[in-house]
Nanobody, 124 residues
């Protein structure tokens, strides 16, 4: 079974930094795009940043220049370095990945996986 496990969230003051990590585990043959989403109370989940298997990146306008997404394909891990954090960055952050997985070649398929979510709180 494929799992995504996030770590690195917490409470930080405005202007501070945090680094989120998300590690994929299980029966994985390949990973395509990986990304981070966030959901603040009362708001819809939104894309924060994404990265392809080749390293191309995409950011929401609200985090450009402050956040950096990266990945280590050997470790099946995606990172989100968050600098110059603002109170409006407060949200639950979710890791997402498009993974080719399965218990055998007969059952392998592409699926969209989500982490359990991790809280990031930025105080003013």
């Amino acid at each position: 079974q494929v799992q995504l496990v996030e770590s690195g969230g917490g409470l930080v003051q405005a202007g501070g930094s945090l680094r989120l990590s998300c590690a994929a585990s299980g029966s994985i043959f390949s990973i395509n795009a990986m990304g981070w989403y966030r959901q603040a109370p009362g708001k819809q989940r939104e894309l924060v940043a994404a990265i392809t298997s080749g390293g191309s990146t995409n950011y929401s306008d609200s985090v450009k220049g402050r956040f950096t997404i990266s990945r280590d394909n050997a470790k099946k891990t995606v990172y989100l370095q968050m600098n110059s954090l603002k109170p409006e960055d407060t949200a639950v952050y979710y890791c997402n990945a498009q993974i080719l997985g399965g218990s055998s070649l007969a059952t392998v398929k592409w699926e969209d996986y989500w982490g359990q979510g991790i809280q990031v709180t930025v105080s003013s």
